[in-house]
């Protein structure tokens, strides 16, 4: 699995956006599913969204579809997220990390690896 580092996360009112990236150094990015995760107080880590290798395939959480979009640009080894129509339900802790393979529908977190240090996004209403 690749090293990531996320940054981009801050304070955002209810109804605003903010994007996310995730930057790996390493030569294989290109060929790993990069995932987005999310952990808020008190709760369990859960899948955000989920980009394929080529950027041609995306899956997202219910709770997000529609308002997140994840895309990457595999010559500058980043992943990006971009949230929009923020919620007061969407202050988290939020963390990139890879995976050797791709699933169908949500896939599992053990799934991926080389977690980063995580960015946390806070929604004030």
């Known amino acids: 699995h690749v090293e990531v580092v996320e940054s981009g996360g801050g304070l955002a009112q209810a109804g605003g956006s903010l994007t996310l990236s995730c930057a790996a150094s390493?030569?294989?990015?290109?060929?790993?599913?990069m995932g987005w995760f999310r952990q808020a107080p008190g709760k369990e880590r859960e899948f955000v969204a989920v980009?394929?290798?080529?950027?041609?395939?995306?899956t997202y959480a219910d709770s997000v579809k529609g308002r997140f979009t994840a895309s990457r640009d595999n010559a500058k080894n980043t992943v990006y997220l971009q949230m929009n129509n923020l919620t007061r339900e969407d202050t988290a802790v939020y963390y990139c990390?890879?995976?050797?393979?791709?699933?169908?529908?949500?896939?599992?977190?053990?799934?991926?690896?080389?977690w980063g240090q995580g960015t946390q996004v806070t929604v004030s209403s």
């Open positions: 980009i394929n290798p080529s950027g041609a395939a995306t």
């Open positions: 390493d030569r294989t990015f290109s060929l790993y599913v």
């Open positions: 990390a890879s995976s050797t393979r791709w699933f169908v529908g949500a896939p599992p977190l053990q799934a991926f690896g080389s």
